[in-house]
């Protein structure tokens, strides 16, 4: 099996997983992955996250937020993380997957969103084997590397490495690293692409569907209110 595309039909659904259902990925943990094509930034995904913890409740849990919390809540761990940026290292896979794990376990739901994760085979591999689960499926959000760009250079966050030649740099880097993990899933049927260059309210219109279709066969019963 391969991506799944969606197409243009859309669905309005509110979810109510049972917390304690037992058909979850693992343990009843549902977990959904979100990547992009041809790179993270400006890609929506930034939006679309908060829309399904909205509508969804699911939890959004972001690698990056979560390295950053570490470094600023002042911990041995978290100097070791600031330290390894100054040096322009990366910090490992086991340390960025341990945060997430400590992230889950702490949560009062056993429902989650992953944002811009795993980057990398190294973090694929190595969340199956700490975390001892696999995604649901993976919302692979699919933006071509021009609308990229022109979203990055007009989103005015202040950022100095926001010109077109750094851009494509970091955009290339990303896309080479994160290709691998796509592939990985979409050779087990668990990735579901979705055009990200259109309106938010459309992309989010099939985002719902996505997650009403997986998880309503999934659980075997009825577990979705239309509205």
């Known amino acids: 099996m391969g991506i799944i ?8 659904c509110t979810l109510n997983l049972n917390e304690d259902a037992s058909e979850g990925t693992s343990n009843g943990v549902f977990c959904i992955f979100v990547l992009v094509f041809s790179g993270g930034p400006g890609s929506g995904k930034g939006t679309q996250c908060p829309k399904i913890v909205e509508h969804f409740g699911f939890t ?3 690698a990056g937020d979560l390295l950053q919390a570490e470094v600023e809540s002042g911990s041995e761990n978290g100097k070791m993380i600031e330290q390894f940026k100054k040096e322009g290292k990366i910090v490992s896979s086991e340390v960025t997957v341990k945060l997430l794990q400590n992230a889950m376990q702490k949560s009062t739901t056993k429902k989650f969103v992953i944002d811009g994760f795993p980057r990398n085979e190294e973090n694929r591999a190595a969340f199956e084997n700490i975390v001892k689960i696999q995604p649901d499926f993976v919302l692979f959000f699919d933006c071509s590397q021009e609308e990229l760009i022109r979203r990055l250079l007009n989103r005015n966050q202040g950022r100095v ?3 077109i030649e750094t851009i494509s740099k970091r955009l290339r880097v990303y896309f080479d690293s994160t290709l691998p993990v796509i592939d990985y899933y979409s050779s087990r049927g668990k990735v579901h692409k979705i055009d990200a260059q259109r309106p938010v309210e459309e992309v989010f219109d099939d985002v719902k569907r996505v997650i009403y279709k997986h998880y309503s ?8 209110t239309l509205i």
């Open 5 to 12: 595309d969606c197409d243009n039909a859309s669905i309005s």
């Open 60 to 62: 959004h849990l972001c």
């Open 161 to 163: 490495d926001d010109n």
């Open 217 to 224: 066969q999934k659980q075997g019963i009825k577990t979705f």
